[in-house]
Nanobody, 119 residues
Framework: QVQLVESGGGLVQAGGSLRLSCTAS????????LGWFRQPPGKEREFVGR????????SYGDATKGRFTISRISANNTMFLRMNNLEPEDTAVYYCAARADVTVRFDSWGRGTQVTVTS
């Protein structure tokens, strides 16, 4: 499995921006897909977006499309989530996850980083 560590969470006012990082280790990522998920307080975990590591191709969930951008630096095994125009509804624990690109289920998870957006 891939080991994942998130960082960059914090407290931000509505309309502000944050950039989260996810650093991976333990496997080469050339055949993996990395993703971001979030879990708002009292709610189910939801998909934020994902990146195919080999191509850099991204896709996003509906709730964050247009405001959030996923990118990566392959040489550093690091994925980023740039979050712009944050809303209080974006308050959640954000998780980084990984799966092999031939599978459907994400099976490696980080511990998460808290993002709190105040109004």
């Amino acid at each position: 499995q891939v080991q994942l560590v998130e960082s960059g969470g914090g407290l931000v006012q509505a309309g502000g921006s944050l950039r989260l990082s996810c650093t991976a280790s333990g496997r080469t990522l050339s055949s993996h897909v990395l993703g971001w998920f979030r879990q708002p307080p009292g709610k189910e975990r939801e998909f934020v977006g994902r990146i195919i590591w080999s191509s850099g191709r991204t896709s996003y969930g509906d709730a964050t499309k247009g405001r959030f951008t996923i990118s990566r630096i392959s040489a550093n095994n690091t994925m980023f989530l740039r979050m712009n125009n944050l809303e209080p509804e974006d308050t959640a624990v954000y998780y980084c996850a990984a799966r092999a690109d031939v599978t459907v289920r994400f099976d490696s998870w980080g511990r998460g980083t808290q993002v709190t957006v105040t109004s």
